[in-house]
Nanobody
């Protein structure tokens, strides 16, 4: 049973930074790592793509709204990813979700293509 667990959310002032962490565990039959991504959902809005990274750490993709401010990276441990968020603004306030996919190797920006999701972590940007 695959589990995806996020951590690192919280309250931060505009212009501040946060780093989210995500670990996907429980898949022992996969030779390669998982393609992983971050999505977010603000109140009253649909879930939207934020950033994604391929299983081999070669390819990354970002939503236009976060380019230059957010960075997705992989940790040394298998299937661990981080989202470094700098210069946070009020419009970044949302529940952030991590997703993992073991059947595809590339960058996945579509939520429907991910099989496994975390429970979400709240990020609130407010003064």
């Amino acid at each position: 049973q695959v589990q995806v667990v996020e951590s690192g959310g919280g309250l931060v002032q505009p212009g501040g930074s946060l780093r989210l962490s995500c670990a996907a565990s429980g898949r022992t039959d996969s030779t390669y790592g998982a393609a992983m991504g971050w999505f977010r959902q603000a109140p009253g809005k649909e879930r939207e793509f934020v950033a994604a990274i391929s299983w081999n750490d070669i390819n990354r993709s970002y939503a236009d709204s976060v380019k230059g401010r957010f960075t997705i990276s992989r940790g040394n441990a298998k299937n661990v990813v981080y989202l470094q968020m700098n210069n946070l603004q009020s419009e970044d306030t949302a529940v952030y979700y991590c997703a993992a996919e073991f059947r595809r190797s590339g960058v996945i920006t579509t939520a429907a293509l991910y099989d496994y999701w975390g429970q979400g972590t709240q990020v609130t940007v407010s003064s």
